[in-house]
């Protein structure tokens, strides 16, 4: 698998969680990775993204100044550290590469399998 993905779970509005994507080394190195998000009834939309080589972020509006992203280069790792939490952050979050802006217009040529994160109101 090119992705492994841990960190999802429950928790209540306001908390916090830490979501991890353990990369392949070849995708990690050359490609940017970020995570995508899914609500039930609702598009994939991208949520954040960094590249490893210059560490350049990208976030969408709904989750600026509450997600942090951030990678670990030696572990290959690229993490979401998620406060402030809403019932409206609830969906199926996935890790992917590459990704950017949508004003790059990228397809995303690698999906993790997904982790659940529910925000209870």
């Known amino acids: 698998a090119q992705f492994v993905e841990s960190g999802g779970g429950l928790v209540q509005a306001g908390g916090s969680l830490r979501l991890s994507c353990a990369a392949s080394?070849?995708?990690?190195?050359?490609?940017?990775i970020g995570w995508f998000r899914q609500a039930p009834g609702k598009e994939r939309e991208g949520v954040s993204c960094i590249s490893s080589g210059d560490g350049s972020t990208y976030y969408a509006d709904s989750v600026k100044g509450r997600f942090t992203i951030s990678s670990d280069n030696a572990k290959n790792t690229v993490y979401l550290e998620m406060n402030s939490l809403k019932p409206e952050d609830t969906a199926v979050y996935y890790c992917?590469?590459?990704?950017?802006?949508?004003?790059?217009?990228?397809?995303?040529?690698?999906w993790g399998q997904g982790t659940q994160v529910t925000v209870s109101s």
């Open positions: 080394g070849g995708i990690f190195d050359d490609y940017a």
């Open positions: 992917a590469a590459p990704c950017g802006p949508p004003s790059y217009h990228l397809e995303v040529e690698f």
